[in-house]
């Protein structure tokens, strides 16, 4: 059936980053269309709910934008990564601003400029590859968009050189091994996905299988990988779900070779990091972000911090560093095993408690005069917000990846918060996201 066509002139970017602009009344979403350029569009899809559609340039119109710059990455266009590396970069960070302006529009207060990234290619510490296949050969890459095809992404620029490097030695090995790439529909293979990341020049790499890969193969990889010279640990993890989780909470690492972890630096303490831990990808940037969390926390006279949604305790490690003492919150287990171990050993007085931030209580947390929050993009939960109300602490800085949800956190405290600092930081060249800092002040008696 031919796709019903239209001319759309896009007039702004939505959240995913694609361009919009109206036709005939509905919104229509456009990959690859920047402001101020026409296309005629081919719709793929329209919404049942709303009047808004999603389709694909067919036929450029007119200019293109003098905001356009030519993308970097070989797969570009086709791994639905970066989708705004055709989009120069002060055009960028307009746009990350506009979209945190907007979402937090109802506050009333500045939002500062977005503290740019010092680096927009190489900045990633962490590699995600799905496995395909493309002929007789094996491919490490990323879906491409709304579709479960594969698409080569070795060669990515945005991933530090040392990644993409052993990336395309793990491809080399496994296709050596002769590891057959998993088929999701059909629900057969062996080899899922594969992920590498990088710390001070060394790498590790987990292999994610599925059950019953054969022990020899992934040994034949670990002899093959062993011989590069940036190597640190090689793990095999098992995973036969089928939602989409790529590393399932609670699994656990085979150690094929080295170590089951990477040392990563945070605040300048050491911590272990495996596979499956949440850490910031852009080193540099997310390092910017913490001092400038811990310096907001400082001025405002905070010397008992909790730090809810603490992964490997990016800001709590910073937040001890300039003189608080910290309570940590975090889900995952590990994590929080070796943020103890870190903080005991740097003999910072920072404790990790692991548990869901929503469950606790003031019981639990004490009275702190600082609480730092950085959820999931979602938001807060109903439970996290009701411990922030029955905490009432003088001080809040919320750290968010997440504008809208944001936007909606900081309606629900208003009545009580008033913010007195908005920085959004880039931490994703070349993507839409962007990552907020809002320092809220309590306006009224804790009850
Ligand atoms: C955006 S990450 C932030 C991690 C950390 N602050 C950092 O900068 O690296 C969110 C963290 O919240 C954790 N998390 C998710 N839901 C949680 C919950 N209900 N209670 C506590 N932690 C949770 C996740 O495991 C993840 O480590």
Not at 331 to 340: C, F, I
Not at 429 to 444: D, F, K, S
Request: proline share 6%.
């Amino acid at each position: 059936m031919k796709s019903q066509r239209c001319e759309v002139l896009a007039t702004e970017l939505d959240e995913a980053g694609l361009g919009v602009g109206l036709s005939a009344g509905r919104r229509i979403h456009v990959a690859d269309l920047l402001p101020g350029e026409r296309a005629e569009v081919a719709i793929d899809h329209d919404s049942p709910h709303k009047p808004e559609g999603w389709g694909r340039v067919v036929r450029r119109l007119g200019p293109a934008s003098p905001n356009r710059v030519q993308p970097k990455c070989p797969g570009w266009g086709r791994c639905g990564g970066c989708v705004w590396q055709h989009l120069s970069y002060p055009a960028q960070l307009e746009a990350k601003h506009a979209r945190v302006a907007k979402a937090l529009v109802h506050l009333g207060v500045t939002v500062a400029p977005v503290h740019p990234s010092p680096a927009l290619f190489g900045y990633r510490n962490k590699g995600k590859y799905v496995v395909g296949l493309a002929g007789k050969h094996l491919v490490l890459g990323a879906y491409a968009p709304r579709t479960h095809a594969v698409v080569d992404t070795l060669g990515c620029k945005v991933v530090a050189p040392i990644i993409d490097e052993l990336a395309s030695w793990v491809r080399g090995a496994a296709e050596a091994a002769d590891l057959v790439p998993y088929d999701e529909k059909a629900r057969t293979g062996e080899l899922r996905y594969v992920i590498l990341r990088e710390a001070k020049g060394d790498v590790m790499v987990a292999l994610v299988v599925a059950t019953g890969t054969p022990r020899v193969k992934l040994e034949q990889v670990a002899n093959a990988l062993s011989r590069h010279p940036a190597l640190r640990g090689l793990v095999a993890i098992t995973n036969d779900r089928r939602d989409g989780a790529i590393v399932p909470s609670g699994s656990s690492a085979q150690v094929l070779l080295g170590h089951g972890h990477i040392t990563e630096e945070l605040a300048g303490v050491s911590i272990a990091v495996g596979a499956a831990e949440f850490l910031q990808v852009n080193r540099a940037q997310a390092t910017a972000m913490y001092a400038r969390v811990a310096e907001l926390a400082r001025e405002a006279g905070g010397t008992r911090a909790l730090d809810l949604f603490a992964g490997l305790g990016g800001i709590g490690l910073h937040l001890a560093r300039g003189g608080a003492t910290v309570t940590s919150v975090e889900l995952d287990r590990e994590a929080v095993a070796q943020l103890r171990r870190a903080a005991e050993r740097a003999n910072l007085p920072l404790r990790a408690i692991a548990g869901d931030a929503g469950d606790l209580s003031r019981e639990d947390l004490g009275d702190p005069d600082i609480v730092v929050v950085n959820p999931p993009r979602k938001g807060l939960s109903d439970g996290a917000r009701a411990l922030l109300a029955q905490l009432a602490p003088p001080t809040i800085v919320y750290v968010s990846c997440g504008p809208e949800s944001l936007g909606r956190d900081l309606a629900a405290l208003a009545p009580a918060y008033r913010a007195d600092v908005i920085e959004p930081f880039d931490l994703m060249p070349g993507t839409p996201q962007v990552e907020t800092v809002v320092r809220l002040r309590r306006h009224t008696p804790a009850g």
